[in-house]
């Protein structure tokens, strides 16, 4: 009804503005004013709606600004419907070639859409992957530390004390020697049990929070560092992962950056926590590598990111943000 609708008000308008013109104009060339208003609709309406107002017009023309009885004029109306007509199919035809490109064109959104979709999803995978092989291999390292020395060191010191048992009720002078040996591999298993705990979570970042935990490692560090921490307490992840990032920072600056001096800072910004670890040692951090994208997954997993800014001979910089959560 709409299209109906248009199509009289153009047949109309175009009529009006041709009436007081007959005097101007005695014959019929002005009817290509009709032709343009069916090429518009049937552009944007379709060719049935062009068809429709071409023999609206030729009626019009017909009527208000020909003379019937004049053979001359009769073949224009004639001409006018024919050439409005073939407006009305190209109209047509440039309005279903144009929506075949807007199909394609959102077609073509709607794959690589899908393509980013799909390569999003290989990414997360990949990383999620990463991050469990770590896991796993941090588990089997931890295992493997306990395996070869706390343990072996406790299993020495039981058998040491069962001896001591021994020679105590033989009253074998050895005893002071056996209890000395035994104190001593409890003690060596202590520091070591000590030092394994500290690769998990240490104790100075669980009861003193990020600033102690971060003032512990600078602390240990082969290199002068820095430290500007003044955030309070954060939740535990938050915590746990900016620890983990502060110290492999550290340690990848102690082993290859042939650094004087390092600087970490915090600071919480709208809600976001930003971890910086600067260096002024030589440089060429490889973004891609294996440590780099480690830090990468294990912020992944709390939606974070890392930037690293390492120019060759510039000194590293290395950024993390962590979204803090309740």
């Known amino acids: 009804m709409l299209g109906l609708a248009l199509a009289a008000a153009v047949v109309t308008g175009v ?12 014959g019929v060339s002005s009817g290509v004013l009709y032709v343009l208003g069916v090429l518009l609709l049937s552009i944007h309406w379709g060719l049935w709606l062009g068809l429709v107002t071409s023999l609206a017009s030729a009626l019009a023309l017909g009527y208000f600004h020909a003379d019937l009885h004049n053979e001359g004029d009769l073949v224009a109306i004639g001409v006018l419907f024919l050439t409005a007509t073939v407006a009305s199919v190209i109209g047509d035809r440039a309005r279903l070639r144009a ?28 990383s999620r992957e990463r991050v469990l092989a770590a896991a796993d291999e941090e588990r089997r390292r931890v295992v493997r530390d306990l395996h070869d020395g706390a343990q072996q060191r406790l299993v020495h010191t039981v058998m040491t004390l069962n001896l001591v048992r021994r020679a105590h009720a033989d009253h074998d002078p050895a005893v002071d020697e056996l209890i000395g040996e035994a104190l001593d591999h409890a003690e060596q298993a202590t520091v070591e049990l000590r030092e394994l705990a500290h690769g998990i979570l240490p104790s100075v970042l669980t009861h003193g929070g990020l600033r102690s935990g971060v003032n512990a490692l600078a602390s240990r560090a082969s290199v002068a560092v820095t430290v500007d921490v003044p955030v309070d307490r954060l939740p ?38 930003r971890i910086e670890v600067h260096d002024d040692g030589v440089g060429g951090v490889d973004p891609d590598g294996a440590g780099v994208s480690g830090l990468a997954d294990r912020l992944a997993t709390l939606d974070g990111t890392l930037r690293v800014e390492s120019p060759p001979g510039g000194g590293t910089v290395l950024v993390a943000t962590l979204p803090i959560r309740a």
């Open 15 to 26: 009529t009006l503005l041709l009436y007081p013109l007959s005097d101007l104009d005695p």
């Open 99 to 126: 929506q075949e490109a807007e199909g394609r064109l959102r077609l073509e959104e709607e794959l690589r859409q899908r393509d980013a979709e799909r390569i999003q999803v290989r990414e997360v995978r990949a």
């Open 236 to 273: 535990a992840a938050i915590e746990a992962t900016a620890y983990f990032v502060v110290a492999e920072a550290l340690t990848n600056v102690a082993k290859h950056a042939r650094a004087g001096k390092a600087v970490v800072s915090a600071s919480i910004d709208d809600g976001v926590l």
